[in-house]
């Protein structure tokens, strides 16, 4: 039987599969959890600027890797204090990771 998909990006419902399993397993072990963001701080919000022209300037020079663009990604997340935007730049932080992932499942297996 084939069941229709939501996913249109090739490798996301994988993704998607692979954190929904996760999440399944997080609940099992702590039970559905409640904290504060901890986020937008002025500390958070420099490093992440630091972190924004170090990835700039991977970019420019040709020395990207996914590391530097998940921790921008990341750190932008953290220096973000309305609920909104940190919402968006969290969706964002996912999205790299399916990237990569994506990209890691395309690789040819080590022999």
Not at 42 to 63: E, K, N, P, S, Y
Request: proline share 5%; hydrophobic share 40%; net charge negative.
């Amino acid at each position: 039987m084939s069941y229709p998909t939501i996913f249109s990006t090739p490798g996301v419902r994988a993704f998607a599969e692979a954190v929904d399993a996760e999440r399944q397993r997080q609940l099992a072990k702590w039970g559905e959890q409640h904290h504060h963001d901890g986020t937008g701080s002025l500390a958070h919000i420099d490093q992440a600027d630091r972190v924004r022209r170090r990835v700039d300037q991977a970019a420019a020079d040709g020395t990207q890797t996914w590391g530097n663009i998940l921790a921008e990604e990341v750190a932008e997340a953290f220096a973000e204090s309305d609920p909104a935007r940190l919402r968006a730049e969290v969706v964002q932080v996912a999205a790299v990771c399916a990237a990569w992932i994506a990209d890691l499942d395309s690789r040819e297996p080590a022999p």
